[in-house]
């Protein structure tokens, strides 16, 4: 079970797709199983105080989960999130990216579940987890 | 049990410490168990096709149950969430804002537990629904 | 949108398809979008201390998002389970049964979302609330 | 940060305040941060069919999180779970055991953060995922 996309050909689409939010991203490996995003960290994801804030925590695991999928069934923009739980567990450290480590646990016809740690740059302890499952697009 | 911060001061309790986020969001209504609000929907939340991302609503869903919890402890700003689950239902109409109703379902002293429902004005079937937990800060 | 089966052909439903477990639940009411159970506490749904496992009150919103699914689509065995989210709140009474209030919020041609309050009966405080999602099998 | 408890100390433990279920579960191996269990799976965990029930499946990463908590923090019969989300993603195996492989993610003072990934003995695919917060009671 091959790739159908590679981290070059993912970061083009999600340029294409979500140009928006793709400058935010960046992706460091992926594998049939296993993803490696980075929240490239701005002062857009902060909370006064320097802290990153929930929902940017809550973005990088979303597109995380979104990138793993599409690297296992090719291009479809239209796959979308029907479920994410996700714990907030520490604070992140000050001034360095989120690294976000992508399992695929399940590849169906219908829905992907993926789940996700969430880690400041050189840490070794987690600041989130997450859990989500995607529609995937009819044929 | 009344509550400590009604919707003018929970508004300007948002500006003071979510400056960056405080203009995304209006409360429309407070009491002891019940807060309704508002995500006014502008382009920064937008995918392509118009619909709403998934963090902005995700977003909408954490503010909410913040102040809601607030509502009744006062102004703490180191309140936190420990967890969310969120389930996306339907597509969001385009060109209106989005409405999430949040309901207290137990404030403890440690934790409270709220879930939220959240709308396209005018619809009344829902575009997401979610429950979340914050970690209240010990006096 | 009428309901294809009625609080006593859910229960006729529930004895064929699942007797290990059928007595420990009673139907109270059912419409089209909600649905009201009973679950019937017993000594094997006890811990020591008189407190209601925390597995038997999952099982209670379990069953109860597949009934109200199956009140809509008719009497599919197959519908599973995908997800659950619960919190628990608060300890349950001691010697009374558990009441489920459960509402469906999608009902989608692959997926049905459901959320569930749980009381201590006669209680007006939430024991637990959950959310889960059903596949629903193709026809 | 050693075990207070090992894998003899909590099957012990365990049978002492669950005896109801301790015969369900046993425990296969525990260190800092892992845990595997086992449920042995009786006429009494099986749907017709003979697929095993969502809720034995909840059961059994509800007691691993649960030991996993207490064999850092000692015999602390009353920490309760607080919030569970589990994604069930495949039928499984019959006539098998299931074994949990569970990870703690956080050790708080006041909140434990565990996740459970639920195999079929001898399979490597996860049958399901389980993410849990337990409340620690305070010293």
Do not use: W
């Amino acid at each position: 079970m091959p790739i159908m996309m590679d981290a070059d050909a993912l970061a083009v689409f999600m340029k294409d797709v979500f140009k928006q939010v793709a400058d935010d991203f960046a992706i460091d490996h992926v594998s049939e199983t296993d993803l490696t995003t980075r929240l490239l960290v701005g002062e857009r994801h902060l909370r006064p105080g320097g802290t990153i804030s929930g929902p940017s925590i809550f973005a990088l695991a979303d597109v995380s989960a979104y990138l793993m999928t599409l690297a296992r069934i090719g291009p479809k923009a239209l796959a979308v999130t029907t479920n994410c739980s996700i714990d907030f567990m520490r604070k992140p450290a000050a001034g360095v990216d989120l690294i976000a480590r992508t399992r695929l646990l399940k590849l169906g016809k219908l829905l992907s579940v993926c789940d996700v740690l969430v880690f400041s740059d050189g840490m070794d302890t987690p600041v989130a987890r997450a859990s989500l499952t995607y529609a995937i697009p009819p044929k």
